[in-house]
């Protein structure tokens, strides 16, 4: 990761030298579970795996239009960001082979001047370097915008309007590109949300190409005249499974369950298969997450859960959707800078929400070089060469089970966690992988070359470590610098410490 970071550092220096020369970013397992709760389990399952014993549809247009790979940014937490921040992160987002931001707006009075910020970033960026085509596009959050009347729409049509010509605005068939975060329920005055969009939004505004995330069903989203695709947000984690009521119990089985079908298809099907079933199909766009945790209390934004995001997610959720890239058209990486959720992959930087007490010290920046290596794969169709050794390492800072004096309690979803290290091997050739989460625990692998994903269980007061060793080379090396792991957390805390290294 510090590559990465390094090549960021060196285009940004590239370019202001440049400037200132020139004067001028499946299946599920059968578990044996008491005859009292032997009902709960096939629910569950059911869920994670409906869909999947037929095959999904390929979209009618042969994926014609290029593969685009999204992250979606929080503009409510860059607050003090300045044009010379967005260029930073651009420069990294662009390293790792994204292709744009995807702009979460609330309702801020300042966030329209940071969205400028965005937009003259990318401008300057690409009028130094014509290679840094970076691009951006609208997504609000209607979970907190308004919706209830015309006027409400008078926002998300200014800020349409005021990009739609910008040279890197995203654009999709021709139009520009929008997106939100929710509007389900949002009317905008009229008797339906479905008239409402149409009305006081997309009939009022220049040709656009309009994916929301609405939370509704497939059928209804498929139908939605105001629309030309659908973004499954919920499809890039497991999400059945933590919200289920009947899962107490039944842990051992859930989480076998969930193994099995994680980061699966099966989420979107039933949304690509109704798009497609529209007279002119609708576009789709996925959602590729690598965690979600968030820990806050009654008294602020009253919401405590962690989605099972480790066992691997976020390559295998990659790994399903490059294998499934007939069927999708766009992803979207859920997110770059959503410190509150803990589902960020870029620096921590800006303004937290309130969130410092799970994200201070726990770095996801090598999570950035997965998504270059997978993001290239889904726009391309070929896993790129790996020409370098590459080792990442994941785990949490305490057991799923550890008590904390902690006044919000244990966050809904915990029990599905696992207490291991997970570790995701980049090989350039075959190699042996020993991992260590203690002095006495340890763990040799063959490793094929490839991708890899091996597991080790944590101890407690124990390290986090794993190398890779081939005749011939010298010995890679990751080690979580700073990590512990506790049986007496002072807080909860369900977000991920992420490690990587790369060979020279």
């Not at 726990?362 to 290596?373: G, K, R």
């Amino acid at each position: 990761m510090d590559k990465l970071l390094q090549r960021a550092k060196d285009k940004a220096e590239s370019i202001r030298r440049n400037k200132s020369s020139s004067s001028i970013r499946s299946s599920t397992l059968n578990v044996a579970v008491p005859a009292a709760l032997s009902l709960a389990l096939p629910i569950i399952n059911r869920q994670l795996d409906e869909v999947i014993r037929s095959p999904v549809k390929t979209r009618q247009d042969g994926g014609s239009q290029p593969k685009k790979v999204f992250a979606h940014m929080m503009v409510g937490n860059v607050y003090s960001y300045t044009v010379d921040d967005w260029k930073e992160d651009i420069l990294l987002a662009h390293g790792a082979s994204i292709d744009a931001f995807a702009l979460n707006v609330g309702s801020d009075s300042w966030q329209p001047s940071r969205v400028a910020d965005a937009y003259e970033a990318a401008k300057q960026l690409h009028q130094e370097d014509p290679s840094v085509d970076f691009k951006l596009f609208l997504s609000f959050d209607m979970a907190v915008l308004p919706g209830n009347s015309p006027k409400d729409a008078e926002l998300l049509r200014k800020y349409i309007t005021d990009f739609y010509d910008h040279p890197q605005q995203f654009k999709y068939q021709g139009k520009s590109f929008a997106s939100t975060f929710a509007g389900q329920d949002s009317t905008f005055g009229a008797g339906s949300a479905e008239e409402g969009w149409k009305r006081e939004f997309r009939n009022k505004l220049p040709p656009i190409h309009f994916v929301p995330a609405f939370f509704t069903d497939p059928n209804r989203m498929a139908a939605f005249e105001a629309t030309n695709g659908y973004f499954d947000w919920d499809g890039g984690w497991p999400v059945a499974a933590t919200k289920n009521p009947n899962r107490s119990g039944l842990i051992a089985g859930i989480i076998d369950s969930v193994k099995e079908t994680l980061g699966s298809i099966d989420p979107d099907k039933r949304f690509i298969d109704a798009l497609i079933a529209t007279p002119e199909p609708k576009t789709y766009m996925a959602c590729a997450s690598p965690w979600f945790y968030t820990h806050y209390g009654p008294d602020t934004f009253n919401k405590n859960w962690v989605f099972k995001s480790d066992s691997h997610l976020y390559a295998k959720r990659w790994e399903t959707l490059i294998e499934n890239r007939d069927s999708v058209d766009l992803v979207e990486i859920v997110t770059w800078n959503d410190f509150g959720e803990s589902s960020y992959i870029g620096k921590i930087k800006g303004d937290q929400p309130n969130s410092q007490a799970w994200v201070n010290g726990f770095s996801h920046l090598a999570w950035l070089d997965q998504t270059e290596y997978y993001a290239k794969a889904f726009k391309t169709g070929t896993f790129p060469e790996i020409d370098k050794d590459q080792l990442f390492i994941t785990a949490r800072p305490h057991p799923k089970n550890a008590d904390a004096p902690d006044p919000v309690g244990k966050p809904d979803g915990f029990d599905l966690m696992e207490d291991n290290m997970y570790t995701l091997v980049f090989a350039k050739a075959p190699a042996k992988v020993t991992l260590s989460t203690s002095d006495s625990n340890k763990k040799s692998f063959q490793v094929e070359a490839g991708v890899t994903k091996l597991e080790i269980p944590l101890v407690v007061g124990g390290h986090i470590k794993a190398t890779l060793t081939r005749d011939g080379d010298p010995p890679l090396e990751v080690v979580g610098e700073g990590f512990e792991y506790t049986n007496n957390p002072e807080t909860y805390n369900y977000n991920a410490f992420v490690a990587g290294a790369k060979s020279s």
